[in-house]
Every structure is written in C-alpha cells, then in structure tokens.
C-alpha cells in the first residue's frame, strides 16, 4: 500500500490522495479487470495513516477499527460513465476508459477526505 505525505493537520493531501486512488484502481483493473471493478459491491477502504485500498467484501477486512473511511464506487457519479463504456465496442474505449478512471479517482479522492472530515467532527 502507498502511503500519503500528509500535512501538519493530520488531513490528507488531496493530490497525494487522488493519485493513490489512482493507481489502486489502475492496478486493481489491470489484475482484475474492469468487469470486477464495476461490481456494485467494490469499495475503497482508506485506513488511519490514509493508506488507500479496494475491497469487494467490507465484513472480511482485517483491523476495522483502523478503517478511517469507506466510498462505495456505485456512488460515484463516473460510475455510471464506466458501466457505459464497459459495454461499448468503440475503438477509443481505452481513452475513454483512461478518461473515467481518473474521474473516479478524482471523485472518491473528495469523498474519503469529506468523510475523514466528516468524522472528525
């Protein structure tokens, strides 16, 4: 797991954060595929030190109480984008598919850091 530079506030750092995001799921679509990602039950687990990682099965991960925030990839609004393009035989699928991964990336990057936020209140 990649672990992000964080700032003096204990926040995490939204660049760092995103491009973790990222690359967790470039690597998890290239072992698993998209077909797997698109699962309605895929999340993105951020734990305490805002290490980032995906999981299919939330009641099977080990150290709950370390889980800082959970984003399910449903609710995400390129979630729908991806389903699209999964289905589409286009020949500029890949830069299409390139172009939503980083759409999703960008959006569970903001939802972890809200939830972060939101659970420090």
């Not at 305490?48 to 109480?65: C, H, S, V």
Request: proline fraction near 3%.
């Amino acid at each position: 797991m990649l672990k992000i530079f964080t700032r003096k506030g204990k926040k995490p750092d939204y660049t760092s954060l995103k491009e973790q995001v990222l690359s967790v799921i470039t690597t998890y679509v290239a072992i698993r595929g998209l077909y797997s990602l698109m699962k309605p039950e895929t999340a993105t687990v951020m734990r305490k030190g805002f290490e980032a990682f995906l999981t299919q099965d939330l009641a099977r991960i080990e150290n709950p109480e370390s889980i800082l925030a959970v984003v399910h990839l449903k609710n995400m609004e390129s979630y729908d984008q991806l389903r699209e393009i999964e289905v589409t035989q286009s020949p500029r699928r890949t830069v299409l598919s390139q172009t939503a991964l980083n759409q999703l990336a960008d959006q569970v990057a903001r939802a972890l850091i809200k939830r972060v936020a939101d659970a420090r209140i």
